[in-house]
């Protein structure tokens, strides 16, 4: 790359977690020049960008017409949630993002949740989506904690993920409860069941409910880990008429639909 753009120094990247494929762009782009910028934008408004180099963090944009509201996590289910504006917001929460916009969208709950990591100025971290995450047994996996536990995985294993996504295992005659992960590795681990111990061990430092239902494996048992073949996530996302940019991979899902359909369509009777 850095042949044909020797003065390649900035990448500006959004809608997608960049941490997972950091790695895979490093090797693409092996540059110290080279910078990266991301942004948090949709089509029913901009929202933040990230003003720090090296940084997590995005700058909450106040002053593109929109008008914001911060569901907390304990509201999500409820029939009539209270909502919060930006004076009673904390930082360290999950918030649903609740928007009003001079485009005429009115209190639309965009689907993504954030945490506060600053209060002067606001600035937020995307933690994931409101309909993606595991909490089959109170465990409250959303997937900013999956994603900081893949890349420690990654980092102790030497493996680079292209794509993933998780569901729960639930409890049968002959075993407890587990979570199941279907990973397309661009680099494999040298050994997969250290990268399984190595995830299960940062989703337990990560997350405390997790840890908890983790203990003594009475609720959860380690976490079944299969490598899926190249191609498999672009398979299944073109036989749904899902490819594109507009089009992600669901990370984590609180049923089992995503992975018994890759399984049994493009795994199990390959």
Sequence with gaps: MTEVWPNLELFVHGAVNFGP???????????????????????????????????????????YGIYYEFLPMSEWDKDHPETLTLDQV??????AIIITTNAGLWRYKIGDTVTFTSLNPFRIRITGRTMHFINA??????????EKALAIACKSSGAII??????????????????????????????????????????????S???AKRYK??????????????????????????????HKVPRLANHRNYVDEILNNFILNA
């Excluded at 092996?30 to 948090?40: A, D, G, H, I, K």
């Excluded at 934008?41 to 933040?48: L, M």
């Excluded at 904390?90 to 918030?95: A, M």
């Excluded at 292209?162 to 587990?178: C, H, I, L, N, Q």
């Design 137 to 146: 047994f109170g465990e409250e996996v959303i997937i900013d904690n999956a």
């Design 90 to 95: 904390k930082t360290g929460e999950n918030y």
């Design 21 to 63: 494929y950091r790695e895979q762009f490093r090797q693409l782009i092996p540059s110290v020049q080279m910078n990266y910028l991301e942004t948090y934008n949709a089509s029913e408004g901009f929202f933040g960008i990230q003003d720090q180099p090296n940084s997590e963090e995005m700058l909450l944009m106040l002053d």
């Design 162 to 207: 292209k794509d993933y996504t998780a569901a729960p295992v639930y409890f049968s005659e002959d075993r407890g409860g587990a979570h199941e992960w279907l990973i397309e590795f661009e680099t494999s681990p040298v050994d997969l069941n250290d990268f399984t111990v190595y995830l299960d061990n940062a989703l337990k430092e990560i997350n």
């Design 217 to 246: 494996d009475k609720v959860l048992s380690l976490p079944i880990v299969r490598s899926l073949p190249i191609n498999t996530f672009y398979n299944w996302m073109k036989s749904r008429e899902k490819l594109g940019g507009q």
């Design 209 to 211: 409910d997790y840890e």
